[in-house]
């Protein structure tokens, strides 16, 4: 890994009784693509919003790498905050004069113009979520934290997103971190996925080393009792079990077929996992 | 950031001394007032000079919640303590020119103490309701439970940047 650029030392975030980040820590390097994954109220805006100085931790610190101001750390809500009543030109030029921002204009989105007079809560969401950005790629940020605002665009304005997002990576060497559980078009951006549940993080893993450990096995197929099975999907037509961590000698002599699977259906496996577990409990 | 709170708040003072100046002349018409225009104004000024007081302190960050910028406001490049300054500064400044300009006009005669307080103890009772509001941003870092609460907590400690 490379310099890191944000750490996360021992977060714990409360919310009243319930913990919603409990001592997580992490590291993350500059120019890497994360993604933060989880059920619902696993803790992944928490720690988002932790990252981005939305909220202050009750303990542990978030750590700037060295060089690292917060004028450079871009972040985009899941609720796409901003002054509403304003217009986008004002937006624009209290961002840029809050940030430091010396360019002119706001880098364009390619294929998304907007009227400048309009006043933010008469955008759409896709719109709004484009235009978020387009002001936070204005600071150029060496980090980029978005939280679930992907899923609220349509797909022609999400390939612009992603593809704006992956530009600003590769111009600038921005680490992206994102919160997201829907990955089927998103799965090839990340290097390294984290899953959360229950407010830590229970993995961290580069995605070629994840997408290696986890199988499934179709059907019910014979199966080697002593297999870890992460996750079991059954109804009347289909079984499903997926392995973790699955070593590539039992291929041989198992008896089961190994099928890969997509991110999409690790992160899915994973939280189903974390879910049988909080039951069992 | 302060430019633009101190205007908001300037220009909702200025709302406010409007609605209270017009008031007596109501008053005054439709009830056969107890006196001249200035003594039927003095009280209300001074009731004002408490209420507005509070709404004041009360609004703090009103205009962030009311057009749901707080978490926007709270990842500007600034500490707690920088944000604070920008957002409750204006107000604090307001609130003392309002009150200073209102003790002011009783004590030099202007206009004339109501038969409620002297216009000292009313800056004084305005000047608490306008802090009242206020210890949440300050709050120790173990006592909160809401979200809210929770993007102070630790203010003075701030962020590391």
């Known amino acids: ?281 | 950031m302060f430019r633009k709170e101190l205007a908001d708040v300037l220009k909702q003072t200025a709302c406010f001394l409007a609605v209270v100046a017009v008031l007596p002349i109501p008053i005054i018409l439709f009830k056969g007032a107890p006196g001249p225009y200035r003594a039927v104004l003095a009280p209300l000024l001074e009731m004002g000079l408490v209420f507005w007081s509070l709404f004041l302190g009360a609004s703090f960050l009103g205009r962030e919640q009311g057009q749901r910028a707080v978490e926007y406001a709270l990842s500007l490049p600034h500490s707690r303590l920088g944000l604070l300054i920008r957002l409750a500064g204006p107000r604090l400044l307001v609130e003392l020119a309002f009150l200073l300009a209102g003790v002011i006009a009783f004590e030099t005669g202007i206009l004339s103490d109501s038969d409620i307080l002297p216009a000292g103890p009313i800056a004084g009772i305005g000047l608490q309701l306008f802090s009242s509001p206020c210890p949440c941003p300050s709050s120790s870092r173990t006592s909160s439970g809401s979200a809210w609460s929770r993007s102070w907590a630790g203010m003075p400690q701030a962020w590391p940047f």
């Open chain 1, 1 to 281: 890994m490379s310099d890191p650029i944000l750490t996360a030392d021992k977060l714990t975030v409360r919310y009243g009784r319930r913990t919603a980040l409990d001592g997580v820590s992490a590291t993350f390097a500059a120019g890497e693509a994360v993604v933060i994954a989880g059920s619902n109220g696993a803790g992944k805006s928490t720690l988002l919003r932790c990252l981005g100085g939305a909220i202050i931790p009750d303990l542990g610190r978030v750590v700037p790498g060295p060089g690292l101001d917060r004028a450079r750390i871009g972040f985009v809500s899941d609720r796409l905050s901003l002054y509403e009543n304003w217009t986008l030109r004002e937006a624009w030029r209290f961002h840029r004069k809050e940030f430091g921002i010396a360019a002119a204009g706001r880098p364009p989105i390619e294929g998304f113009t907007l009227d400048e007079g309009r006043r933010i809560r008469h955008l759409s969401v896709g719109e709004r979520t484009l235009f978020h950005l387009s002001l936070i790629l204005a600071q150029r940020p060496a980090v980029l934290l978005i939280d679930e605002v992907v899923h609220g665009l349509d797909p022609f304005l999400r390939e612009r997103f992603l593809e704006t997002a992956i530009g600003a990576m590769d111009e600038l060497k921005t680490a992206v971190i994102m919160v997201n559980h829907i990955l089927s078009d998103t799965a090839e951006i990340p290097e390294r996925v984290l899953i959360m549940d229950g407010g830590q993080v229970i993995l961290d893993e580069r995605r070629e080393d994840l997408m290696a450990k986890v199988k499934k096995v179709a059907g019910d197929a014979a199966f080697p009792p002593s297999l870890p099975v992460l996750f079991e999907t059954a109804s009347e037509y289909r079984r499903d079990r997926y392995i973790y961590p699955f070593r590539e000698e039992w291929r041989r002599g198992s008896g089961a077929a190994f099928t890969d699977i997509g991110l999409d259906e690790i992160v899915k496996a994973f939280i189903g996992g974390a879910y049988v577990q909080k039951r069992a409990r």
